[in-house]
C-alpha cells in the first residue's frame, strides 16, 4: 500500500499559537488531500477536502480561517491551526487519494495536538 | 444521516481468544462497509470490505460479513495474537462513494501472550 507520513505525530502548543501539520505522500501522487479529526472517544469525523493546486471544500462547521489547508504538490499538503485553542486538542490525520473514485483510501499515522 | 455505532473499548484478551467487535450502522441505500486497523505509530490500513449484502469480507484471520437485516458488520477472529493488538474502525462509505468515509469511535484491542 502506499506509504503516507505526517509531521510532527504530537505537538504541545500554548493557546493563540499557530501549529503546521505536514503530510506527505511518499511513493503515491495524491490529487486529492481528505484532512480529518478525532477527538477522545469520538469517530473520525472529515473536516475538509482539497484537490491539489485549488481551494480546500470545508465541511460544515469546520472555520476555513482556523484551519488552513495548502495543498500545492502532489505529495505534500498541510493543515494549519491558527491562533489555537483547548478545544483545537485532536487527533488530526491525513488522507490522501489519486485520481478519481478508490474504494480503498490510506492514511497517514496522525498528528496529537495539545493546546494548553 | 448516515453513522456507524461501534462497540467501545479497550478489549483485553488473551492470545487465542476468540474475538467479537460489533458493529452497526444507519445510511441510506446500500454502503459498503469497511473495517480498518490502525497499529501502534501506523496509519489506518484496509483490513477488510464488504460491498453488497450478505458479502463477507475476510483478511488476515478476521472476518465480517455484511447482514443488511440487523445493519450489522461484526469483526470476528477465531484466535488473536499478540500482533493483533491495534485500534480498529468501522467504516462505511456514503452515498456519494467510497472517498466519503464515516467512522466509528474505534475499539482498542490489547492482546497479552
Known amino acids: 500500500g502506499a506509504v503516507v507520513s505526517q509531521h510532527p505525530s504530537w505537538v504541545i502548543c500554548k493557546s493563540g499559537t499557530s501549529v503546521k501539520i505536514e503530510c506527505r505522500s511518499l511513493?503515491?501522487?495524491?490529487?486529492?488531500m481528505f484532512w480529518y479529526r478525532q477527538f477522545p472517544k469520538q469517530s473520525l469525523m472529515l473536516m475538509a477536502t482539497s484537490n491539489e493546486g485549488s481551494k480546500a471544500t470545508y465541511e460544515q462547521g469546520v472555520e476555513k480561517d482556523k484551519f488552513l489547508i495548502n495543498h500545492a504538490s502532489l505529495t505534500l499538503s498541510t493543515l494549519t491551526v491558527t491562533s489555537a485553542h483547548p478545544e483545537d486538542s485532536s487527533f488530526y490525520i491525513c488522507?490522501?487519494?489519486?485520481?478519481?473514485?478508490?474504494?480503498?483510501?490510506?492514511f497517514g499515522p496522525g498528528t496529537r495536538l495539545l493546546v494548553l | 444521516g448516515d453513522s456507524v455505532t461501534q462497540m467501545e473499548g479497550p478489549v483485553t484478551l488473551s492470545e487465542e481468544a476468540f474475538l467479537t467487535i460489533n458493529c452497526t450502522y444507519t445510511?441510506?441505500?446500500?454502503?459498503?462497509l469497511f473495517w480498518y486497523v490502525q497499529y501502534p505509530g501506523e496509519g489506518l490500513q484496509l483490513l477488510l470490505k464488504?460491498?453488497?449484502?450478505?458479502d463477507k469480507g475476510s483478511n488476515k484471520g478476521f472476518e465480517a460479513t455484511y447482514r443488511k437485516e440487523t445493519t450489522s458488520f461484526h469483526l470476528e477472529k477465531g484466535s488473536v495474537q499478540v500482533s493483533d493488538s491495534a485500534v480498529y474502525f468501522c467504516a462505511l462509505s456514503g452515498q456519494t462513494g467510497a472517498n466519503n468515509l464515516f467512522f466509528g469511535t474505534g475499539t482498542r484491542l490489547t492482546v497479552i501472550p
Open positions: 511513493d503515491f501522487q495524491a490529487t486529492t
Open positions: 445510511a441510506t441505500g446500500y454502503p459498503s
Open positions: 488522507s490522501p487519494a489519486g485520481r478519481g473514485v478508490q474504494e480503498t483510501q490510506y
Open positions: 464488504a460491498t453488497k449484502a450478505d
